[in-house]
């Protein structure tokens, strides 16, 4: 058998379970609007930025599997699945 013929392609359930982010609205420029900006943000800034983003998530594919990832690891920081920081922290108490 030839060295390219005994080639095994190997998927990880890492490499599975992050297949979704490809696919997702918020990749390329517009993704520093996720995430709080490294200077102080004013609540108005804040509150539109996060808007912005919202909007994004409102049509993405992926919503669903970001959200739950997102949860899953809870993630401190940004917009994922459409939530800020704090909805995710009450979906996660309401979770128990």
Known sequence: MSER???VSVTTSVQVDELWQVRAACRGPQ???FFPPSHFERKDEKESRENRAKQICSSCPVRKSCLEYALGIKE???IWGGLNEAERK??????G
Not at 90 to 95: G, N, S, Y
Request: overall charge positive; charged content about 15%; aromatic content about 6%.
């Open 31 to 33: 993704a520093a609007i």
């Open 76 to 78: 401190p920081h940004g």
């Open 90 to 95: 009450r979906v996660l108490a309401r979770q």
């Open 5 to 7: 013929g005994s080639f």
